[in-house]
Every structure is written in C-alpha cells, then in structure tokens.
C-alpha cells in the first residue's frame, strides 16, 4: 500500500463507511475502525492456496497465513480492495464474477469489519508474481496439515497462533463451509466445468489416525 492510499472509517456498529478517511499510522493510533478483506483461495483438490509473511512484520512475523488481503482504502468497495491485493500480492487478475463473497465479520479486537472472499485457482505457482515486501514463499497445504500443525502447537485460538494465521474463526468449520460455497458456485455455472465436483472432497481429519 502507498503512503498516498487513505484508509476508510466506518461505523463500528454497522459497518458503513463515515466518509472519513485517515493515514494508517492515524488509524492504528488512534484505535479507529475500518474495513479489510480475507481472500480464500482454493484448487480443485481441495488445498489451499498459503503464503508466508517476512521476518520484519510486526504482526504474526514468518507465520503461514490461509489466505490474503488486506484495509480497504479511500474509494473501494470490499470486492474492489479484494481484487487489488490479490493481484499486488501474488499478480493473480481475477473476473470479479468468479471471487465469491461468503461472510462478513466483525472483530472487536481489531476493530475492523471483515468480507472474507473464496475463489478457485488451478495454475502453477511458477505463474504468481510474488510482492516481496508482503510475501516470502506461497504453498498448497492441505486442511489436515493446517489443522495438525495447530494440534501440535496447542493453539485453542487459532487466529493466535505462532506459526499459522489460520483465518479469524475457527478454520476447520471455516474449510467446510468454503467447500459448501464453492460447490454451490460450480453448480451454478460461475467456475468453468473443467473443475471437478465439490462433492468428492471429504472432510479433515485432525487425527492422523483416525
């Protein structure tokens, strides 16, 4: 993001934009509330698109993240913010009509009203563009591993994990629900019929053994 970019206020108890608009380092001062975006990215194997963050993040430095995005700015809609960070941060251009809205949230802690977004991508990641200050390394990690990797840290909340930004909810219901969404998507013609059904993925099993 440019220092030029202006963040948008909204109200805390709806959401909607107040017309104000702030330098970053404004809003985290002073604790205001905006908008920002989680873009869910998944192949037809059912695997997640992950990126890792640099070392000099101040939040959740080296950690894998589920998904992209980031604050809205002056002038965009969530969709608009949506599609901008996909194609800074990996060079990913989206059809607008394939990037599915499927929840909005809003986080106190954060204060921040959030859309997360889900879409399906089957290139190679040789294609991506990576935005070196944003992004270090980009992998497709299975809802098993993401779900094991926070058993083995002992993580209740997974959003507060060490060494996974695992959504903002709790990621194995999140998984399902994605999976629900996409389907729905697939069936109504929005993906190309190349994809493969939804319906022969299956559920994550965090027991290995199981």
């Given at each position: 993001?440019?220092?030029?970019?202006?963040?948008?206020?909204?109200?805390?108890?709806?959401?909607?934009?107040?017309?104000?608009?702030?330098?970053r380092?404004?809003?985290?001062?002073?604790?205001?509330?905006?908008?920002?975006?989680?873009?869910?990215?998944?192949?037809?194997?059912?695997?997640?698109?992950?990126?890792?963050?640099?070392?000099?993040?101040?939040?959740?430095?080296?950690?894998?993240?589920?998904?992209?995005?980031?604050?809205?700015?002056?002038?965009?809609?969530f969709?608009?913010?949506?599609?901008?960070?996909?194609?800074?941060?990996?060079?990913?251009?989206?059809?607008?009509?394939?990037?599915?809205?499927?929840?909005?949230?809003?986080?106190?802690?954060?204060?921040?009203?959030?859309?997360?977004?889900?879409?399906?991508?089957?290139?190679?990641?040789?294609?991506?563009?990576?935005?070196?200050?944003?992004?270090t390394e980009?992998?497709?990690?299975?809802?098993?591993?993401?779900?094991?990797?926070?058993?083995?840290?002992?993580?209740?909340?997974?959003?507060?994990?060490?060494?996974?930004?695992?959504?903002?909810?709790?990621?194995?219901?999140?998984?399902?629900?994605?999976?629900?969404?996409?389907?729905?998507?697939?069936?109504?013609?929005?993906?190309?019929?190349?994809?493969?059904?939804?319906?022969?993925?299956?559920?994550?099993?965090?027991?290995?053994?199981?």
């Amino acid at each position: 993001m440019s220092q030029q970019e202006l963040l948008q206020i909204v109200d805390p108890n709806t959401g909607e934009p107040t017309g104000e608009h702030v330098a970053r380092s404004q809003f985290h001062e002073q604790k205001l509330w905006g908008r920002s975006t989680n873009v869910y990215i998944l192949n037809t194997k059912g695997e997640i698109l992950c990126h890792r963050r640099p070392e000099n993040k101040e939040y959740f430095p080296g950690a894998w993240s589920t998904h992209f995005g980031g604050h809205i700015v002056e002038g965009e809609s969530f969709k608009m913010g949506a599609l901008k960070e996909l194609s800074e941060e990996i060079g990913l251009v989206l059809d607008p009509y394939k990037l599915i809205p499927w929840r909005t949230s809003k986080k106190t802690v954060a204060r921040l009203w959030v859309r997360d977004f889900i879409t399906i991508f089957d290139g190679e990641l040789s294609d991506l563009t990576l935005q070196e200050s944003e992004i270090t390394e980009v992998g497709w990690f299975t809802a098993e591993h993401i779900l094991q990797s926070l058993d083995a840290e002992g993580i209740e909340d997974e959003a507060e994990s060490g060494s996974w930004m695992a959504g903002t909810h709790n990621f194995n219901a999140d998984y399902q629900c994605m999976r629900a969404v996409l389907t729905a998507a697939i069936d109504l013609g929005v993906f190309s019929e190349d994809f493969k059904p939804m319906h022969k993925w299956h559920p994550p099993k965090q027991d290995p053994s199981a």
